[in-house]
């Protein structure tokens, strides 16, 4: 499994659709009880709940066998399998021919930016910060976005990893994990998704940057395109996971070779899978210890997902606030950096 940063819909309980009926081919990745997950054609892991005297119909099943899986599922609620049943391998398709452009020949901003973004990840402290974020949703394109609720959460950063605790949907304390609550939500802000996008084996294609202002500072606007094939960005719905090939853009620091702004936008999603838009953006701002001590950490974040098949569209827009690091207690306060 590639390691990466995430986009993840979980809508058991919200309806979106009819019922959906599906026939899916694929190759079989894990065998449980209860359950079976396959590998398509179009490179998406799909998993499905197996009732009891589904699979024990028919032959034995291995792992790597071919398989139809016929199922349903309540609009974006996990797929039931209602037959499962052995086939043939397709005949040998022609060899794809490539249409990715070519490999940016170096920049020295984008390696000054991986080798800043490199060191930011192995010296971030370990701190805990006020995740907020307001969820939404339209239905139409003209129509306005309304506001379903709002999920307050601490999370906390140590060692590389993220971990969460007192949230709350509104005033209403939640015993789930945020993974287990119904509704969008990311990962990857914290360094993970800006090396995905840099790291040393150069998976982004670069064009020519153009100099920009943000938020009072001089930067680097780089648009770029990763592959599927070379992508970290992992997309997941209750039962679908697709790792997916994605353009965007950059805002490079000119003084501090660090990313102020990162912009992503799915591409090429398979046809069969729950979702037709994707798109998320980070932006992060230079934040000052009381202790004299420098960090460049997200300030907010926006997240977009689009229905396949619906007029319905979720968007999670999220503040990151009260830093606290755990060394010293020592408040983050948000301020310019001169």
């Given at each position: 499994m590639r390691a990466g940063f995430a986009a993840v819909l979980l809508s058991s309980t919200l309806v979106v659709a009819q019922s959906r009926f599906m026939a899916t081919e694929g190759l079989i990745r894990q065998l449980t009880p209860g359950k079976l997950t396959i590998q398509t054609d179009d490179h998406r892991i799909v998993w499905y709940i197996v009732r009891d005297g589904i699979l024990t119909a028919s032959p034995s099943y291995a792992l790597g066998d071919r398989v139809e899986v016929r199922s349903f599922s309540e609009g974006l609620a996990p797929y039931i399998a209602s037959l499962v049943q052995r086939v043939s391998p397709p005949a040998s398709p022609q060899p794809a021919i490539s249409t990715a452009p070519p490999p940016s020949p170096e920049d020295a901003a984008i390696t000054s930016a991986r080798t800043a973004t490199a060191k930011?990840?192995?010296?971030?402290?370990?701190?805990?910060v006020h995740r907020r974020t307001a969820r939404q949703e339209k239905r139409g394109r003209l129509a306005r976005w309304q506001t379903l609720d709002e999920v307050t959460a601490t999370?906390?950063?140590?060692?590389?990893?993220?971990?969460?605790?007192?949230?709350?949907?509104?005033?209403?304390?939640?015993?789930?994990?945020?993974?287990?609550?119904?509704?969008?939500?990311?990962?990857?802000?914290?360094?993970?998704l800006v090396v995905g996008i840099l790291d040393a084996e150069k998976r982004a294609v670069f064009a020519r940057p153009r100099p920009v202002e943000l938020?009072?500072?001089?930067?680097?606007?780089?648009?770029?395109?990763?592959?599927?094939?070379?992508?970290?960005?992992?997309?997941?719905?209750?039962?679908?996971?697709?790792?997916?090939?994605?353009?965007?853009?950059?805002?490079?620091?000119?003084?501090?070779?660090?990313?102020?702004?990162?912009e992503m936008e799915a591409r090429e999603l398979p046809k069969a899978f729950p979702l037709d838009t994707v798109e998320m953006n980070v932006d992060?701002?230079?934040?000052?210890?009381?202790?004299?001590?420098?960090?460049?950490?997200?300030?907010?974040?926006?997240?977009?997902?689009?229905?396949?098949?619906?007029?319905?569209?979720?968007?999670?827009?999220t503040l990151f606030t009260d830093y606290v690091k755990f060394e010293a207690e020592s408040k983050i306060l948000f301020e310019d950096v001169k």
């Open positions: 930011f990840v192995e010296e971030l402290p370990s701190f805990q999370l906390v950063y140590r060692n590389g990893s993220e971990s969460y605790s007192d949230i709350r949907i509104g005033e209403e304390e939640v015993k789930e994990s945020l993974n287990e609550i119904d509704g969008l939500h990311t990962t990857g802000e914290f360094g993970q938020n009072g500072r001089n930067a680097w606007r780089y648009t770029f395109s990763i592959s599927r094939e070379r992508s970290k960005w992992r997309l997941t719905t209750p039962s679908e996971q697709y790792f997916t090939a994605y353009t965007g853009a950059l805002w490079i620091d000119l003084e501090t070779s660090r990313v102020l702004r990162v992060y701002s230079f934040v000052k210890l009381d202790s004299g001590e420098t960090f460049l950490l997200p300030s907010e974040s926006e997240a977009l997902n689009c229905v396949r098949g619906t007029n319905l569209c979720l968007k999670n827009a």
